[in-house]
């Protein structure tokens, strides 16, 4: 079982810059992805950007060259530096983790709890 408690957001001005944390706890050994996927009201969850064991990343169209995904494997954490924030980046945003089932094999999956991300006025 892996845990996942994301932070960071809140209310922002268009054109503002927001940060967000996710901390994991657990079988934190299994994970070999971490991602951000966000879902606005009345659309899908969709990814915004994963991050795995390389360092590899990808990132949804949209938030190219506005949005950097990192994170400290010591801490076990990821992050989502976000700039130039835009009123359509407005979502719940959840922290996602894939990890290997280390007893039956496959992949299991996890998510936070999400927080809000506001971008207005």
């Known amino acids: 079982q892996v845990k996942l408690v994301e932070s960071g957001g809140g209310l922002v001005q268009p054109g503002g810059s927001l940060r967000l944390s996710c901390s994991a706890s657990?079988?934190?050994?299994?994970?070999?992805?971490l991602g951000w996927y966000r879902q606005a009201p009345g659309k899908q969850r969709e990814m915004v950007a994963t991050?795995?064991?390389?360092?590899?990343?990808n990132y949804e169209d949209s938030v190219k060259g506005r949005f950097t995904i990192s994170r400290d494997s010591i801490k076990d954490e990821v992050y989502l530096q976000m700039n130039a924030l835009r009123p359509e980046d407005a979502a719940i945003y959840f922290c996602?983790?894939?990890?290997?089932?280390?007893?039956?094999?496959?992949?299991?999956?996890?998510w936070g709890q999400g927080t809000q991300i506001t971008v207005s006025p």
């Open positions: 657990g079988n934190t050994f299994s994970i070999y992805r």
């Open positions: 996602n983790a894939l990890t290997e089932n280390l007893i039956r094999g496959g992949t299991d999956e996890y």
């Open positions: 991050i795995d064991l390389r360092d590899d990343t």
